[in-house]
């Protein structure tokens, strides 16, 4: 049996768009003499397609759209996923379903069963659950299809909660002889290593092949890096795609034998790739898709300060859009260095962009000419030195709006953590490329991207070794007023991502007083993390819509009272 597993990018809503995309890979798998064709989960609509669920008229237009994908197959048998209406008139509108189809006619749908509640998962929200498990029998040869969640069973970055049935289990015990999966499975910087741990440890364990398909593109904050793959019945890797870009990989499956080969050229696609490599490629992939996507711009803007988080971003953008769509612009201080302008100037040309070089020098003394009397006999403070940031946002914002250009943010997630960032000023944007990664991450791209990726420096290394600094005031460094950012980074990725309490963080070494300081302004800072533009999501816990923390609340610093009150025992948390 030739099988073809093919990733595409569809746009969320855009089904006239995506259904030429799912036309188009059936005509061709046609043509090519696929004989079983596997698509990813919701191609029809875009994953995840959040509240367009509650519009009666756009699942009506998919259950049309359904029967139209269903009209046109041939020979080929295609599998794909979409939502099909829930017709008992108990629970939840619809269902997320693989249809399978050939020769015009639908022959089966298969439910998904593990409804994911968690972190930017909300299935249950809109989807009744299946909760039956069939083998499917295709071309005479039993397949047990999943759909997403249903593979991963327990095997999750955070397991938030545990699933008490193993779909692929229990179709393998009732006889499919192989796994199918259908997925639109979000990216992060470890999904690389957990996913094909995950679909290699089910082939081996149930001793049959499993085949999974994953949606390709960014969809908001949400990466998908395709990263389909196909296991032999011991476990062993056969094939695995290309990632952040469509593609397709064709395989010969002896049902026989059971024996899986791959027949398209992908050797070089079976090693790891390293974090630095996928987060980098993700964000590309990420600015790219946004704007095209959206149609919020053709062209960007950003602030280039001569510091290395402006540095990442720039390039990101140049490699995303080409150095032709991006602006960036310099806007020295009094406080800042003569390195910082040097630096950008370097960097840009570097790239091939543009730099326009803005002073707010005369910008900040008219602030604080305006404000002298309200600020007469106060210290200076970071008031003044907001100003500086604000005078930053309102030109860039300024420009983006003259010439239609989309600014995009340059704040990493350890500043956005702490909040070492000002409220409509270095926090505008459209877009925030880097709010998922943390500073130390920053500096491990950019060191990556001068060795590996273009072997040559780019990044300019006095951007890479200088001492990281807001340039706010006279000397200014980060260290100042945060802990170093090895350490920093340590606690919040035990705090945000891994969710450790205070007493484990201290349990590993970290300092009492940075742990309490940290975690207090972690939690007290929600309130500008809530005004923040969107941020492109790469790890297990992102800031956005996968943390819902309260704005108004009394947690902060409880955990600590409640401890030392001794009316829970630690042991027991």
């Known amino acids: ?61 998919i259950y049309k759209m359904n029967n139209e994908i269903i009209d046109s197959t041939g020979e080929t048998t295609v599998v794909f996923g979409s939502i099909t209406d829930n017709l008992t008139g108990k629970g939840r509108r619809c269902y997320n379903s693989a249809i399978v189809a050939q020769h015009g006619e639908e022959f089966e749908r298969v439910h998904k069963a593990l409804l994911p509640t968690y972190d930017v998962f909300d299935d249950l929200r809109y989807f009744e659950p299946g909760n039956e498990f069939e083998p499917v029998v295709i071309k005479g040869f039993p397949f047990g299809i999943t759909v997403c969640e249903d593979i991963w069973f327990n095997d999750n970055d955070i397991q938030y909660h545990i699933y008490d049935v193993n779909p692929a289990e229990v179709l393998a015990k009732k006889g499919a002889k192989a ?63 290309k990632r952040f870009e469509p593609h397709f990989m064709d395989l010969i499956f002896n049902e026989e034998t059971e024996v899986v080969e791959a027949i ?76 910082s302008v040097f630096d950008s100037e370097k960097l840009a040309q570097n790239l091939g962009v543009e730099l326009l070089q803005i002073p707010i020098k005369n910008i900040y003394d008219e602030y604080l000419k305006a404000l002298s009397l309200v600020f007469e006999g106060a210290e200076f403070n970071v008031a003044e030195e907001n100003l500086q940031s604000r005078s930053r946002g309102d030109l860039l914002m300024a420009i983006a709006n003259k010439f239609g250009y989309m600014l995009l943010n340059t704040g990493n997630k350890s500043e956005m953590a702490v909040g070492y960032c000002t409220l409509y000023g270095d926090m505008a944007g459209g877009l925030s490329v880097i709010s998922d990664i943390y500073k130390t991450e920053v500096y491990d791209i950019c060191r990556w991207l001068n060795e590996e990726y273009y072997r040559e420096e780019v990044i300019p290394n006095a951007i890479l070794t200088k001492a990281p600094s807001a340039e706010l005031r006279p000397d200014q460094k980060d260290s100042d007023s945060l802990p170093d950012y090895g350490t920093l980074d340590a606690i919040l990725k035990y705090y945000l991502e891994e969710q450790r309490s205070r007493e484990e963080i201290i349990s590993s070494g970290i300092e009492e007083q940075i742990v309490d300081k940290t975690l207090r302004l972690v939690d007290l800072n929600e309130h500008k993390r809530f005004q923040a533009p969107p941020g492109l999501k790469v790890s297990a816990k992102a800031f956005g819509t996968g943390r819902r923390w309260p704005l108004v609340q009394r947690w902060t610093g409880q955990e600590k009272q409640i401890i030392e009150s001794g009316k829970i025992q630690k042991e027991e948390r």
């Open 264 to 339: 398209t050229d992908v050797e070089k696609n079976l090693e790891t790739p390293s974090k630095e490599q996928v987060m980098f490629e993700g964000l590309v992939m990420g600015v790219r898709d946004y704007l095209k996507k959206s149609k919020a711009a053709e062209k960007v803007i950003l602030g280039l300060s001569g510091g290395i988080d402006s540095a990442l971003v720039c390039t990101i953008a140049r490699e995303a859009l080409g150095a032709e769509n991006v602006k960036a612009v310099t806007m020295p201080s009094e406080f800042s260095s003569e390195g």
């Open 179 to 241: 796994i199918i999966n259908i997925s639109a499975s979000p990216f992060n910087k470890d999904k690389p290593v957990t996913r094909k741990n995950m679909l290699q440890n089910h082939a081996r364990q149930l001793g049959i092949p499993l085949f999974y398909v994953n949606q390709v593109g960014a969809q908001t904050e949400l990466l998908f890096d395709g990263d389909s793959l196909a296991f032999d019945g011991s476990g062993k890797m056969i094939a695995r795609s």
């Open 1 to 61: 049996m030739r099988i073809r597993l093919q990733q595409l990018n569809p746009i969320i809503g855009d089904l006239s768009g995506n259904k030429e995309l799912i036309l188009s890979a059936i005509q061709q798998a046609e043509e090519d003499g696929i004989e079983l064709l596997l698509l990813p989960e919701l191609v029809t609509c875009g994953y995840p397609p959040m509240d367009l669920m509650e519009r009666k008229v756009f699942r009506e237009l």
